[in-house]
């Protein structure tokens, strides 16, 4: 019986580490799971057979009274941060310094390899193994002591019990970084918020707030992972010659490839850079990248790769001379809040937007981020002069992340959103089931400026020089009264205009113009119907290559509209509408009065003749070709089928369960273990938006 315990215990410990560290299952989950239950029947039958690296001991026990402070046997130091490349170099050249390394005169410094690891996110913690087994883990505390959290941490199936070592040394120390993925801690929170809990603010608090749970069943359940970074070993400690274990390390690089060796996952995304310019292309390449992984990460650390380096190099006060944490531009900061407006866009939409204090985000200043629509605005009760959390992650539209209700100024009063139209004043419309509230007014200023600088965008008319200011100028003045008074604009009238010159005037009437020749699905795209994008024109114009063939099916066969690839009843409905509303089709009259053709060119028929067979994307290219996407949850406009058309007919292909091969996941809302899925192997996610962004663009 101890013999088969034995070998249980040794498959099912090979088989976690299978799963949880190197990603690559070897065991079926329900075999697992019956030799799992064999080990714990032997071990209830034999209460002596239990040892403590038995998978059966990573949730045990009962529920702790409190933690108690243990003294790390080395100390956890904390690091210096670089905030630019010049602190970097800076760290650098002091680090040479102090080796005695000063640089030959010049640009050229010496190169000392370095190691450049991803700064993740979560919190530190210190592992004690002795023979081999885990023997105590702690929090990082004061660096010096912290708490024991021993039974918490050995339900975190990525820290091994035992080393996957033959003869283990008498101690070994380890440090990493315990973490809860992406997708764990929104489920945390839905969950928490389901139960009316406090949620938690980001996954390292949860994290934080997991590691000191009393009860460790509760800390199972998070399911938290653990990157190993650090390694310790006792001085002048070898391995025992003729062991099939790796040599004692002399690098940060063979450190952690013995800790992976040993057992423990490492972060797969480190790098061994031969110079200072290699870790900072290293920083540079992971700024983006970074954001698809599973996990927060604020930073590169840096460290110097030699031991016997980092030794003579030593520590300040708290920090260690051979390495640095050189952090991305933060993407959150607090301001405070100015005032709330309502920005009506090109349909009538009203978008509450938040101007605030002016703060640095991500290398830009920011001083406005938008809240969405009124419901995001009721979420976050935003009172006047509240202190908000602002956000720009990447490219995104900066927005506002939730407010400081702790800091609110006594009796501030509530903010809602106007109940008219800030622009011209008639009544702000919200329907029933909507998000959107909206002005209704077609020949409200806002809507009008929104529609013209529609028409003239690049995807549309393209027409150069005509810029927003111009267009307020334009509209403020009564110039312009509809899309079709742009073209009766002469250069005389123009060039009076506040900075505008009798060269810009010209440029532009000819560009205006020359772009009555663009393209029929241009055309029907420039005129801004609802739900009709650069994707959906194209399809439509391909299909009815005139607007009264549009028209006409509109009004009466909608079911040859939806026939089309990705053209649902929606977009017919709107279609339907736009034609029926008098001011349109006098929009129509006139615009081809101008010299517009609002149909196809031969030269366009032809193409699409020839082309028909063939799916292509929005230009004709095959955008995704070779791309494989996944889809999941429901999307805000597109159905299920509608999506897939869209991307087949741009060459990718749509296939139903995602895997590393996976290029991109499109989910919409409730999207659920697909999600998950995606988060964990790093694949792409895209929503609804810039799926169509990439549909009109390629990858
Ligand atoms: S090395 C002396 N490596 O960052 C070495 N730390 O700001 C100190 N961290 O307390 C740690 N990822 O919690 C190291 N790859 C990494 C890290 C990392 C995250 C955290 C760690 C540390 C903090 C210092």
């Known amino acids: 019986m101890r013999a088969r315990a034995e070998e249980l215990r040794r498959l099912l410990n090979r088989a976690a580490h299978a799963y949880y560290v190197l990603d690559a299952p070897e065991l079926e989950d329900a075999v697992y799971d019956r030799l799992y239950r064999e080990l714990e029947q032997l071990e209830r039958l034999q209460p002596g057979l239990i040892s403590p ?84 883990a702690a929090t990082r505390g004061d660096g010096e002591s912290g708490e024991e959290i021993t039974a918490n941490v050995r339900t975190i199936q990525s820290v091994p019990l035992r080393l996957l070592l033959e003869n283990p040394p008498p101690w070994v120390e380890v440090r990493g970084e315990a973490l809860i993925p992406d997708h764990t801690f929104a489920a945390i929170n839905a969950e928490r918020a389901e139960r009316g809990e406090a949620l938690f603010a980001n996954p390292r608090n ?20 653990f990157f190993a970074y650090t390694l310790h070993l006792p001085d ?44 900072e292309a290293f920083f540079a390449a992971w700024e983006h ?57 090109r349909t009538g939409v009203i978008t509450p937007v938040a101007e605030f204090e002016p703060v640095g985000l991500a290398g830009t200043s920011v001083s406005r981020a938008t809240l969405h629509n009124a419901d995001r605005l009721a979420e976050l009760d935003l009172h006047a002069g509240d202190t908000i959390v602002v956000r720009k992650a990447g490219e995104i539209i900066p927005e506002v992340v939730r407010v400081l209700a702790e800091l609110r100024p006594p009796g501030a009063a509530p903010l809602q959103l106007p109940s008219s139209c800030p622009e011209c004043g008639s009544e702000l419309v919200r329907e029933e089931g909507e998000a959107a509230t909206r ?54 009238l123009l060039a009076s205009l506040e900075r505008m010159g009798e060269k810009s005037a010209a440029n532009l009437v000819d560009a205006l113009e020359a772009s009555k020749q663009q393209a029929w699905h241009r055309q029907l795209h420039g005129l801004g119907i609802h739900h009709v994008g650069a994707v959906n024109a194209k399809v439509l114009a391909k299909g009815f290559p ?26 017919a409905q709107s279609l339907q509408q736009w034609f029926a509303t008098p001011s349109n089709q006098g929009l129509l009259d006139q615009l081809k009065q101008l010299g517009f053709s609002m149909a196809a060119g031969e030269g366009e028929l032809a193409a699409s003749a020839n082309s028909s067979a063939e799916a292509t994307g929005i230009d004709g290219r095959e955008v995704l070709a070779g791309r494989t996407f996944v889809l999941t949850g429901t999307l805000p406009s597109l159905s299920r089928s509608q999506a897939q058309a869209l991307i087949e007919a741009a060459g990718g292909k749509v296939t139903g369960s995602v895997s590393k091969k996976t290029s991109y996941l499109v989910a919409g809302e409730e999207a659920g273990s697909k999600l998950a899925k995606a988060e964990s192997l790093g694949v792409p996610v895209l929503d609804e938006a810039e799926l169509r962004a990439l549909l009109a663009s390629g990858p």
């Open 546 to 571: 005139s607007a009264a063939e549009l028209y006409a099916a509109a009004q009466q066969t909608p079911e040859r509209l939806t026939a089309l690839h990705g053209i649902g009843s929606e977009i």
């Open 236 to 279: 002048a400690w070898t391995p025992a010659s003729g062991a099939a274990d790796p040599a004692r390390p002399l690098s940060q690089w063979q450190s952690l490839q013995w800790l992976a060796a040993a057992g423990f996952r490492v972060n797969p995304n480190a790098a061994l850079c031969p110079d200072l310019a290699a870790v």
């Open 439 to 492: 002005c209704v007014n077609s020949s409200c200023p806002a809507i009008l400026r929104g529609t013209l600088r529609h028409w003239v965008s690049k995807g549309a008319m393209d027409v150069d020089g005509l810029g927003a200011k111009l267009v307020e100028q334009l509209v403020d003045r009564g110039l312009v009264r509809s899309i079709a008074d742009l073209y009766r604009l002469d250069a005389a």
């Open 53 to 136: 690296d038995s998978p059966t001991q990573r949730v045990g026990g009962a529920p702790a009274e409190g933690f108690q402070s243990v003294r790390h046997r080395i100390g956890l130091l904390s690091l210096d941060n670089a905030f630019s490349t010049e602190e970097l170099e800076a760290w650098y050249g002091r680090l040479l310094k102090v080796l005695d390394r000063p640089g030959p005169s010049g640009d050229d410094l010496p190169a000392l390899p370095m190691v450049g690891e991803l700064k993740i996110d979560g919190n530190a913690l210190a592992l004690s193994y002795e023979r081999g087994l885990l023997v105590r």
């Open 289 to 345: 990248k970074r954001r698809q992984l599973p996990y927060a990460t604020d930073g590169v650390v840096v460290k110097l790769d030699d031991l016997r380096l980092q030794a003579d190099a030593g520590f300040t006060q708290k920090a260690p001379r051979w390495a640095i944490a050189l952090k991305y531009a933060a993407e959150e900061a607090p301001s405070r809040l100015l005032r709330l407006v309502a920005q009506v866009g």
């Open 206 to 225: 949860a994290c934080a707030g997991t590691l000191r749970q009393l009860d460790p069943a509760v800390v199972a359940a998070r399911r938290l992972d």
